[in-house]
T-cell receptor, first 113, second 111 residues
Framework: NAGVTQTPKFRVLKTGQSMTLLCAQDMNHEYMYWYRQDPGMGLRLIHYSVGEGTTAKGEVPDGYNVSRLKKQNFLLGLESAAPSQTSVYFC????????????FGPGTRLTVL | QQPVQSPQAVILREGEDAVINCSSSKALYSVHWYRQKHGEAPVFLMILLKGGEQKGHEKISASFNEKKQQSSLYLTASQLSYSGTYFCGTDITGGSYIPTFGRGTSLIVHP
């Protein structure tokens, strides 16, 4: 079991460029989440999904889009990157039957110049 | 709404005890506690459901006071491995767990 994996681990973008972060989980979890973590701010929820084909906005969704076409994958897209999106991005998954314990991926460090 | 954690930072020597608090302005359905070491992902410690139950994991335990809308994490006889940032995640929805995390409490344990 790989758990939750994220691709890529690091990325540097120029302002205005686009990119997609991929999250994959092999635990058959229903719920998946995308967070961003900035110094002193904790983990802030960007978007989440409660099942295949469904997504919803979290606390800080502006500038991001997501898709969950397959149960095991959750994609986070930045259409036009801005320096304010420089952050560490964590994906997580959970299962209702597992008490909704969240399992986090290793994170993606994104820098936007 | 983001829960409030206190204190923001704690510095201890090995063997000392610490308490980290997590308070919410809204009624809580559950509280999760996570620990994150520098450069790593957060790792689940424990979950508490409303009802005031206390949970324990080795020398780390937690309580949940539904009336006061707060939870406390207790670390006894701290070890060097306890160093890291502790986050509480609160759920005010009940059933559909969409957590809101606090800003974290940095814990440093010195030899």
């Amino acid at each position: 079991n790989a758990g939750v994996t994220q691709t890529p681990k690091f990325r540097v973008l120029k302002t205005g460029q686009s990119m997609t972060l991929l999250c994959a989980q092999d635990m058959n979890h229903e719920y998946m989440y995308w967070y961003r973590q900035d110094p002193g701010m904790g983990l802030r929820l960007i978007h989440y999904s409660v099942g295949e084909g469904t997504t919803a906005k979290g606390e800080v969704p502006d500038g991001y889009n997501v898709s969950r076409l397959k149960k095991q994958n959750f994609l986070l897209g930045l259409e036009s990157a801005a320096p304010s999106q420089t952050s560490v991005y964590f994906c997580a998954s959970s299962s209702l039957s597992g008490g909704n314990t969240q399992y986090f991926g290793p994170g993606t460090r994104l820098t936007v110049l | 709404q983001q829960p409030v954690q206190s204190p923001q930072a704690v510095i201890l020597r090995e063997g000392e005890d610490a308490v980290i608090n997590c308070s919410s302005s809204k009624a809580l359905y559950s509280v999760h506690w996570y620990r994150q070491k520098h450069g790593e992902a957060p790792v689940f410690l424990m979950i508490l459901l409303k009802g005031g139950e206390q949970k324990g994991h080795e020398k780390i335990s937690a309580s949940f006071n539904e009336k006061k809308q707060q939870s406390s994490l207790y670390l006894t006889a701290s070890q060097l491995s306890y160093s890291g940032t502790y986050f509480c995640g609160t759920d005010i929805t009940g059933g559909s767990y969409i957590p809101t995390f606090g800003r974290g409490t940095s814990l440093i344990v010195h030899p």
